[in-house]
Each structure stands twice: as C-alpha cells, then as structure tokens.
C-alpha cells in the first residue's frame, strides 16, 4: 500500500491562491518518480471528484472546473506531488486528496480548503 500525506489546506478568500502539497515520505525515489499521480477532492455531503492527473512523464489534464486555474506539478526528488491552486472559488471547498493511478484503496486524511465569498 502506498501511503501519501496531503497538507497545505487552509482559509482563504475567493481570488486567493494556495498551493498544496502531497508527500510520499516513506517511498523511495524510483517508487515515486515512477507514479501516475492524481488530485481528488471532496465537498461535504458529495462524492468525491477527480481534479486532475499528472503522469509519470508530467502530462497533466484537469477537470473542466479548474481549468486554467489550478496546476499540477511534482518534485520527484522530494517525493512531492503540487497543486497549485489559484483564482479561488467558494465552489472549490472541500477536503483535497491525493492518490496513485491507478488508485490504492488507502487514501490520506486529506487536506480541507475553504473558499470564503
């Protein structure tokens, strides 16, 4: 089981930015560097959703909703993937996670991002 600690949540206000960060720490550098990555997020009382993918080779895709706003990137060094999320909606609330692609069923605490009007 792959294991990854999401972290960089906060408060902050519609327009703002925040980038989160999701680690590895206990994989080895040819483990992560070599992962199919992705962010999720969820919304009280709703699904979880994909929010975009970055393979091992950094394509990324994003879903439709934050497109042209939120970023993937990754530091395989550091065994960190990124999100950089900017241009912040109140929409964008909810708990983030990252996780492996193809999924390992042991997803992180998350890390809550709330988007005040």
């Known amino acids: 089981q792959v294991q990854l600690v999401e972290s960089g949540g906060g408060l902050v206000q519609a327009g703002g930015s925040l980038r989160l960060s999701c680690k590895g720490p206990?994989?080895?550098?040819?483990?992560?560097?070599?992962?199919?990555m992705a962010w999720y997020r969820q919304a009280p009382g709703k699904e979880r959703e994909l929010v975009g993918t970055?393979?091992?080779?950094?394509?990324?895709n994003y879903a439709d909703s934050v497109k042209g706003r939120f970023t993937i990137s990754r530091d395989n060094s550091r065994k960190t993937l990124y999100l950089q999320m900017n241009s912040l909606k109140p929409e964008d609330t909810a708990v983030y996670y990252c996780?492996?692609?193809?999924?390992?069923?042991?997803w992180g605490q998350g890390t809550q991002v709330t988007v005040s009007s």
């Open positions: 206990r994989m080895i550098y040819s483990t992560f560097s070599g992962l199919d």
């Open positions: 970055q393979d091992k080779y950094g394509v990324t």
């Open positions: 996780n492996t692609l193809p999924n390992s069923s042991n």
